[in-house]
């Protein structure tokens, strides 16, 4: 026991879990990275720097635009990637919230190195199987210009960092198909899922878990939703998508 005091954690020495001294909730230098973080939801095309030091998780909502919908306007329909996954109930009035929920792409930032693009590709490796194109994986790692055009912050509990990306590609648009269940990850399929029942009350209570439930709240609350197809609309340059951005105000 006394070669462990000061051993730390894995966020911040790097040290193996049974060597820890604490656990990440408690890390000092977690908290202390945190304390400047922003506990308001917003949409920018990069991440300010108090939340890109301090995020405590990361993810990437991949949508893309519904086979047979019209490309804009009333008439379009977009579709979100989600993880069905698997919950144990718990006690207490969250027990509704066991079995199998939807979830948001993603996971915790488990060491202070990593970076939110880091924590984001990592889990939705993890949780796409793997499957995603080759040129896909390339782009989002920064092979392509404008990887991600797009990130919203939710910093109301999770202090949650979410990047956005477009599906163009037949081979990514059928990702969930080749998705073989991980009991590893807890993932039992993946299921795109539309925008007007990400609108529904009565989806959203009976189908996400409380989790994506909240982050939902906080991505409305940026106007993603409404307005994902004027941001993706051709090859927009950064200052173009930050000219859009500049007419959409938090409701």
């Excluded at 979830?103 to 693009?117: A, D, H, I």
């Excluded at 202090?159 to 039992?188: I, N």
């Excluded at 906080?218 to 609309?233: P, S, T």
Aim: charged share 30%; glycine share 10%; net charge neutral.
């Amino acid at each position: 026991q006394g070669a462990r005091q000061g051993a730390g954690c894995p966020f911040c020495t790097g040290v193996q879990e049974k060597d820890a001294s604490h656990f990440r909730n408690q890390c000092p230098e977690f908290r202390r990275l945190k304390q400047d973080l922003s506990s308001a939801p917003y949409l920018e095309t990069r991440l300010k720097r108090e939340e890109h030091v301090g995020f405590a998780a990361a993810g990437v909502l991949l949508w893309r635009r519904k086979r047979g919908a019209v490309r804009s306007g009333p008439g379009s329909e977009v579709e979100l990637l989600m993880a069905r996954e698997l919950r144990e109930p718990s006690s207490g009035p969250a027990a509704i919230f066991g079995g199998d929920r939807l979830n948001f792409l993603g996971g915790k930032r488990l060491r202070k190195e990593q970076t939110p693009v880091d924590v984001a590709l990592e889990r939705l490796d993890k949780e796409t199987g793997g499957n995603l194109t080759a040129a896909t994986k390339h782009k989002m790692k920064g092979g392509g210009a404008g990887a991600f055009p797009l990130v919203c912050w939710s910093g109301a509990g999770s202090k949650y960092v979410l990047l956005l990306f477009e599906v163009t590609s037949e081979g990514d648009s059928d990702v969930h198909q080749r998705y073989a269940a991980d009991p590893r990850e807890g993932v039992l399929r993946l299921e795109w899922v539309s925008r007007s029942e990400l609108h529904s009350p009565d989806f959203v209570h009976r189908e996400l878990h409380r989790f994506a439930a909240e982050m939902l709240d906080e991505v409305k609350r940026c106007n993603v939703l409404e307005r994902m197809e004027d941001f993706f609309e051709g090859d927009l340059s950064t200052d173009e998508v930050a000219a859009l951005l500049a007419q959409t105000k938090l409701s």
